[in-house]
């Protein structure tokens, strides 16, 4: 048991991004109709990620990649590759075969962890090939699903399962993944492919999950390749440990409440500012803020909290420089309206750390 002082006041290593926004580390589904081009899709995916290219244009953390193609032999796989590059990537590795979920696969990816230690994702294509029973029961789906998520949240990767979707159209095109929803139950994410026809070039990517936006992408499949075909929504970066360091460049030193502290936001920067999350993102930017010189601690005193902050220019990586003013005015000018501006775009709340508790 932890407790919730424990949970609220500890500094929690957050989970970096395998593609921005959209993949993390966890169990993931990738669900499409067959020969929809999941495997072009994954295999783009795989190719980026070892590369450290963006897919569907967001950024990735390039690291080390195994893909299980379970269904393809080296030649059809050779061939796959040679549509997307003629230089192989030294990043990524190929199996053709693997044990089933509960009969060896578990060792077998952690053993692949032993032996890529830089390893960041597995694709899994297909689920259908590692699985050890037929029975399609919520309580099967889960427990083996189960299986898998313990595997990626021990080794701190991400593992995509590529499946199938039913035949039945549904308005909600989760409730198309096949099996019960026992796997959308234990996956951290699913993603959806869906076109009209296997002769439609344009379809849709559907993408939900407990960590990542829930998003439609349109995209487009030709040459081999799935593209994304409209603007995908631009994330505005997070400015909260920029806004923090420039405030205390002439603060120098704090002692006082989350209230007193956001009351000093207020003066310099104007805009609505509420104690909990500010809290919560001074415990989430710690490492950040000591990067930047800002030293962060806090105590309890007669039941409520006080909040330490201490500046040190010799300590600050930035050398002492108005960074929050460089983020909103690149031109260096400093001749804006309001700051304020940035920090209440800085994040959606949905990923840890991500700046938000600024906004108002």
């Not at 030193?253 to 500010?278: E, I, M, T, V």
Request: aromatic fraction near 8%; hydrophobic fraction near 35%; glycine fraction near 8%.
């Amino acid at each position: 048991m932890y407790s919730c002082a424990y949970i609220m006041d500890t500094q929690l290593k957050s989970n970096p991004y395998i593609v921005e926004h959209m993949l993390y580390p966890g169990l993931y589904i990738l669900a499409g109709a067959p020969k929809i081009g999941k495997s072009w899709l994954a295999l783009d995916l795989c190719l980026s990620v070892a590369e450290g290219e963006p897919f569907l244009k967001h950024e990735t953390h390039k690291g080390q990649v195994l893909y299980l193609a379970l269904e393809d032999s080296l030649l059809r796989l050779q061939n796959r590759l040679y549509e997307f590059t003629d230089e192989p990537s030294e990043g990524l590795q190929f199996s053709t075969l693997a044990k089933t979920i509960g009969s060896g696969l578990e060792q077998q990816l952690e053993d692949a962890k032993r032996r890529l230690p830089d390893l960041r994702l597995i694709v899994i294509d297909t689920l259908q090939k590692v699985r050890r029973t037929v029975d399609v029961k919520y309580g099967s789906d889960y427990s083996e699903l189960g299986a898998l998520k313990s595997v990626a949240d021990k080794l701190g990767i991400a593992i995509l399962l590529i499946h199938h979707t039913r035949k039945e159209h549904d308005s909600d095109p989760f409730n198309m993944i096949s099996g019960t929803t026992g796997l959308n139950g234990c996956a951290d994410g699913s993603f959806v492919l869906t076109r009209e026809s296997r002769s439609d070039k344009t379809g849709k990517l559907y993408c939900t999950g407990r960590d990542i936006e829930s998003a439609e992408i349109a995209v487009r499949f030709e040459g081999h390749r799935w593209s994304v075909t409209d603007e995908v929504e631009s994330h505005k970066p997070d400015t909260f440990s920029f806004a923090i360091h420039d405030l205390m460049l002439e603060q120098i030193s704090f002692r006082g409440s989350a209230s007193d502290l956001c009351k000093l936001l207020f003066r310099k920067f104007g805009g609505q500012y509420f104690p909990n999350r500010l809290t919560r993102d001074l415990i989430q930017h710690t490492e950040e803020l000591k990067m930047l010189g800002v030293m962060f601690r806090s105590r309890r005193s007669h039941g409520y909290r006080i909040i330490e902050l201490d500046y040190d220019r010799s300590g600050d990586s930035k050398n002492g420089s108005l960074l929050l003013v460089e983020i909103i005015d690149p031109t260096g000018t400093h001749n804006f309206a309001s700051p304020f501006t940035a920090l209440i775009g800085a994040g959606d709340g949905k990923i840890s750390g991500d700046g938000n508790s600024l906004a108002g």
